[in-house]
């Protein structure tokens, strides 16, 4: 379907010339706890309902009509609206940073750094929202420590994911795409609308099955392909003015068929390609599966004019992966399969959150609660080695297992000592209790690594405590400064050859940060822009990296590291026939000091000073552009959307080689193109990702000698460029 590249090329400039970028953020949003009105963005980042640029955090929100325009899955693809944000795709488990700052995926059994919350339900865990974007409102990213009022395991920044709601009056709605470069369909629908008086219901599906983009020459196909199977009920209740009860049930079934990983020299760049070779042995079918059940009940009371709000959630998946690496030398000819592994987890969590809003408009605003979860988690990875320059077969499975039970107390007060002056004090204490054990065992052939055992339990408190001033010089005009802290609790290692008691337990890492900014309302509403500096420092920074010598992976806490940078964000809309609105960050990061880290590509001995290295996996600059423009034919109308994202250079391997760990910056160009009348009862698009065609990696780490006999660089290759048409029709 190659011919309908230039096609959308050409609707490049057609968007171009009918003025082309992203409708504004967030306008659509749940009927239930926001609404859009005029130029504002209703968020609930603080709990409450407000306009963003009344909010003083640096913060950016996607709609969930950005998101279903170009079909967003997970969090990579959304990666590219907002600016200092990147996801790092493995095989294994993927990894969300804000501000250089995340939990590396290497151990499994990380809390996140930065935590995702579904409906307000907390998950820590990148597999409890394996395919969060389905049927959404909007996604609030929140950039610095939100220890205070989110709170648990929030140093680097938090997203809110909300989904849509139950409307009060019936529609539905059927669309579906199909991919011409990965040849499948994506499928989704959903009917909404009241019961009765009191009862509204949802229902939503979504359904995927496409092929992949690199061709396995040992299989004949093309890996990965994608199969996805979603589908959410949501119920409100509003039995009175003074009580209301929403309930969500969404179950998932994914299945990711082959991997990612392809070979590439260590002694040049990144040459990335869409070919490998595969066999699929001893451990059964490459590839990634997930079965997941997440639920959430919420509850508004009235109490005089406080409200109270009970929020209990709960949360399952049950999945595995399974990963193959490339056969192919970077010459071409194909070597032994020399190792594979396979990670099957098991996870459960019960939380309840209750919490108390007072009025607003008074001279004390205040949010008071409490939080509880408990949770199982298991994680029992096969690490098979197949090493015949030493005539060495070895397979092996690991255990590892954590109880875990958290427990907060928070609260927020915002006081007005003078007109146009706000501070915001926010204070939370967690507690946190976990037990771990870990132990291994030779499943077949000889002993390859020691197998030991390692048990220990951890008891914490940790206290984040934040202070917010904020000065409306204008009724458009908002400046403010914030000092925060945030904490992740301390944890195990939980897939390392070799644990004992000694190395199994890893500290909590704690971060602070300074912070300023200003958000203008410009142009009688049809213009914003915002601007905040940052000043982030983490200790004990939690970090786990592959040291291809000795191939295992090394946890462990850095000593600390400091990141400082400016983002900004500008959006103008004259008109519903056009707006453009763009956004950009820079950073520098830095280890302050880490002494006895793992040693780099390039140096020598097992330990290293990093001390004033930058970190991997973040770039100095990022940022992106978007375009929406409108054209009204007769009763039909024709809009066009075009969105630039990109950003500079970055190590993408734990090692930070210069050659085949490193990303060269690069920028990717997504463009809709659609048809409709103008009651939107039906539309036809045309959708292309990654115009430009960047053939870009994820992350890379290098395959060394004796694990294969020959040498190699294994890059994660992210989707090339792809086509797809959208037909769908509302009711």
């Known amino acids: 379907m190659k011919f309908l590249h230039p096609i959308l090329l050409s609707g490049v400039a057609l968007a171009a010339m009918t003025a082309g970028a992203a409708p504004a953020m967030a306008q659509a949003a749940d009927a239930a706890d926001t609404a859009a009105t005029g130029s504002e963005i209703i968020v609930t980042a603080q709990k409450r309902a407000q306009n963003l640029q009344d909010v003083p955090i640096s913060m950016e929100v996607v709609s969930g009509e950005r998101i279903a325009d170009f079909a967003a899955v997970d969090f990579k693809a959304v990666q590219n609206y907002v600016p200092n944000v990147f996801v790092q795709q493995t095989n294994g488990n993927d990894t969300i940073y804000i501000r250089g700052f995340g939990s590396p995926p290497q151990n499994f059994s990380f809390d996140q750094a930065v935590s995702v919350y579904m409906d307000g339900v907390y998950a820590g865990k990148m597999r409890q929202a394996l395919n969060p974007f389905f049927d959404v409102a909007r996604v609030e990213v929140m950039r610095g420590p939100q220890g205070a009022l989110y709170g648990k395991n929030t140093p680097a920044g938090a997203v809110s994911v909300v989904s849509a709601g139950p409307t009060s009056s019936f529609e539905g709605g059927v669309t579906g795409t199909y991919n011409f470069d990965l040849e499948g369909y994506d499928l989704t629908g959903y009917v909404s609308g009241p019961v009765s008086d009191t009862l509204s219901l949802r229902v939503a599906t979504r359904l995927q099955n496409q092929e992949g983009y690199i061709k396995n020459l040992a299989t004949g196909r093309d890996d990965p392909r994608n199969k996805l199977q979603l589908f959410r009920v949501s119920a409100l209740w509003e039995p009175s003015d003074s009580f209301d009860m929403s309930a969500k049930l969404e179950i998932s079934n994914y299945d990711r068929i082959g991997g990612l990983g392809v070979s590439s020299p260590v002694n040049t760049r990144q040459r990335p390609k869409l070919e490998r070779y595969t066999e699929e042995y001893p451990l059964g079918r490459e590839g990634y599966s997930n079965r997941s059940v997440l639920g959430s009940v919420i509850a508004n009371l009235k109490v005089g004019d406080h409200t109270l709000t009970s929020i209990t959630g709960y949360s399952w998946f049950n999945g595995d992966v399974t990963n193959y690496f490339d056969q192919q030398t970077p010459a071409g000819p194909v070597v032994e399969n020399s190792v594979a592994n396979k990670y099957p987890e098991n996870f459960h969590q019960f939380s309840q959150e209750l919490r108390l809003l007072s009025p607003t408009g008074g001279a004390l605003e205040y949010v008071v609660g409490a939080y509880y979860d408990t949770a199982r988690y298991n994680v029992d990875p096969f690490l098979y080695y197949d090493l015949r320059a030493y005539n060495l077969v070895s397979l092996n499975q690991l255990y590892f297992h954590q109880k875990s039970r958290t427990l907060s107390v928070f609260g927020q007060a915002t006081v007005r000592p003078v007109e146009g002056v706000r501070i915001i004090g926010s204070l939370r204490y967690t507690n946190t209790h976990k037990d771990g054990t870990f132990s291994g065992k030779l499943l077949d052939g000889q002993m390859f690594r020691p197998l030991t055992t390692a048990s220990g339990s951890i008891s914490e408190g940790l206290t984040d405590p934040s202070i917010t001033v904020q000065y409306d010089l204008s009724r458009d005009l908002m400046v ?72 295992s992976y090394i946890t462990k806490n850095a000593a600390s590291a400091t990141a400082k940078g400016v983002e900004a964000s500008l959006r103008i809309a004259p008109s519903r026939y056009f707006d453009i609105t763009a956004s950009a960050a820079y950073q520098d990061i830095k280890y302050d000091r880490y002494p006895d880290a793992p040693c780099l590509a390039g140096m020598t001995g097992p330990i290293c000073d990093l001390s004033g290295r930058r970190l991997p996996y973040t770039s100095k600059f990022t940022g992106n552009v978007a375009v929406h423009g409108r054209v009204d034919v007769s009763d039909y109308k024709l809009d066009g959307t075009a969105v630039l994202g990109g950003r500079s250079g970055f190590f993408d391997s734990d090692d930070q080689s210069p050659l085949y760990g490193y990303q060269g910056g690069y920028a990717k160009l997504d463009l809709r193109l659609q048809f409709a009348p103008q009651d939107d009862s039906w539309h036809i698009a045309l959708v292309g990702k990654n115009l430009t065609d960047k053939l870009t990696t994820g992350s890379a780490f290098r395959l060394p000698v004796p694990i294969t006999t020959s040498e190699r660089s294994i890059l994660f290759v992210e989707p090339p460029r792809n086509i797809a048409i959208e037909a769908g029709v509302k009711f």
């Open 480 to 551: 403010y400064a914030v000092y925060g802290r945030g904490s992740k609790s301390g944890g195990f290692v939980s897939n390392t050859f070799g644990t004992t008691d000694a190395t199994f337990v890893y500290k909590p890492e704690r971060s602070r940060n300074w912070e300023a900014g200003i958000k203008s309302t410009l142009w009688d509403g049809r213009a914003t822009l915002n601007l905040s500096v940052y000043d982030t420092k983490f200790t004990n920074l939690q970090t786990s990296g592959y040291d291809p010598d000795s191939s």
